[in-house]
């Protein structure tokens, strides 16, 4: 078999002459020196195959272009004319915008650029190129934020128009023109790649074949091909992943533990006793599904879902018990002093009269040796604590349940590193980051996933409402009444002092301005990142108590801060912050029952600036929040994705290519059912991709 392929090889290369491998440098290419290897390094372009699988964005049919007096309103165009005159026009604070004037035998257009006034510059009169894009009105007819491609004056104008063109992602010093030579010039000179898909998923999903897709991808015969083609490289990155996190997933499952917990023990059946309350359903689901794992024969590696306020913790406290149960010991990580402390005020409130030792250790526990000497010797049950139980000094002594409150902002290797300190330990991650659902199957395909979906019962859902300039005295009033009728009030600023580079709210002078003016009288506060932890503390314990009525911070009052007679939140320059961090903003009020108001401050200066707020206002959700933020950022944005290897993807968009993923998951579960480990030869390109994403996903 080896030798046939040997074979082959041989006679590939004797019949078309000798050919770039994929490995080599981009510097094996004709008229690629160092210098112009470097800019294209910034492009992530190392490796002939890097080249290759840099792949167009979009693709444009310069097989026809438009003569500028045909062009009407609401058409996309592409046109072939000569810059006349160019100028950068400032139109408001932090918007300006680059208004050019384009000629060709026909007529005159202008284009526009905003926020690019540096284009002004660029573009210099008598310069010549390619512009494509949709007209629309801005003062007379425009040309809005077209693609722009000068001519450079030599003879390849011929493989950038009369034809489909791709268009590439850039950086400074690469063009298009350079770029499409360069892949050209790849195309020709590189052997055929081999084939990574099976046959059977190729036929499956009408994909062409791995040696014409690049071809396509790049210089496609109708917009159509290059699409399809895309699509099939799309598919082989999903597939990849999802059968890393499947073949993780189902090793798991073989994998058996050494301690299989009861569920029905002294310690869980006291605390169900003991509950103020019944669990909502979604909790009572999370607590079956998690009980299950931990009596079943493998380590639980779950991840529990649930917006701000639903109620982990309690979901939680059922795990503990049962470790409990077994003689074990548990350990809940949290990213923050101040939610490690109240975490550990709940779980005492509640195992304490269980005859549970809790221990909360921080890096500014006083006494944290003797702390930790209690742990070690198994006196301590349940610790609670930030990364300072990821320190050597702390050594437990049988750990058996690993809980990771708001997992995403521990690193895998953090996280790793508190479940190697246990014995096998079960392993149940926490998130109040609400992950649309294309995420969730592939940052986290590999984890069981729980969602609780719904609030306990007596919340009043929280009303929101944008705030104009004028009607801030109003809001001060309102914020004097509140604290009257003995309620409180968060005051979130962007910004800790004021900045020259950025024009936003400074918590510090904001405070002292609004505490000595229009709050003066009032119980206020200030909390930021750059106090000693001391100091935070003490504040935020200070406003638990409900001794400060208006609380004036940055975004360091953390997700999970649960103090029920808080019932308004202001945020200043809203528009500042992302989507799901003003929802967890917002969070942190109508934790009673008594109605909460969110009010969102500051003009947006972007349209996306303006849409964040208004999706805000209408929705409480935090799954549609989390969709629309999605869909607004990409989710090269999202948290958790980097590190979850997925700053990786080339091809696959995770917002587009929904379909495409569910077929990626199907397809993997069925190849995984006929070659569990993936090793047939047809399969062993994707067991190589699939290895990379196994390792992330514990
Ligand atoms: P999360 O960590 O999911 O943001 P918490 O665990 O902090 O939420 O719970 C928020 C608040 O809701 C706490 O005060 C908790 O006691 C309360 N709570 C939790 N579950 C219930 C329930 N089933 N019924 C009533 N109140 C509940
Ligand atoms: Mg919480």
Redesign the pocket.
Known sequence: MDEIVANTKRARSTASGPRLSFAEPITALPGVAEKRAELLHVLGLFTIRDLLYHFPRAYQDRRVLTRITDIQEGNTVTIEAEVVKARAIHLRRRLSMADVTLRDASGEIRAIWFGQDYLARVLKPGSRGFFTGAAGAWKGLALRNPDYELHSGDEEDRMNSGRIVPVYRLTEGVSQRMLRRLVRTALDLAEPPDESLPHAQREAHGFPGAHEALRQAHFPDAIDSGERAKSRFAYEELLGIQLGVLAARAKRHLEHKRHRHIVDGPHLRALRAA??????QG?QRAVTDILGDMASHRPMVRLLQ???????????LHAIATACDGGYQSALMAPTEILAE?HGI?LREFLAPLGLEVAVLTGSTENAKAVRARIASGATTVIVGTHALLQEATAFHKLGLVII?EQHRFGVVQRAALHAKGLDPELLH?T?TPIPRTLAITVYGGMDLSI?DE?????TPVKTRRITPAKTPGLYDYLRRQAAAGYQTYYVCPLVEESAARQLTAVTTHFAELSTGPLSGMRTAMIHGRLPSSEKGDVMHRFKRGEIDVLFSTTVIE??I?C?NATTMVIEDAAQFGLTQLHQLR?RVG?GPAQSYCFLLGKPVTADGKRRLEILCESSSGFDIAEADLEMRGPGEFQGLRQAGLSDLRVADLVRDVRLLDAARRDAQNILAMDPTLTRTEHALLAEAARRFEAVNT
């Open positions: 509950l103020p309350f019944a669990l909502t909790q649930g917006d701000v306020g639903c109620g982990k913790t309690l979901v939680a109240q709940h409150d926490m109040a609780i609030l306990p019962p007596g919340r997700v999970g649960d029920p969070g934790r």
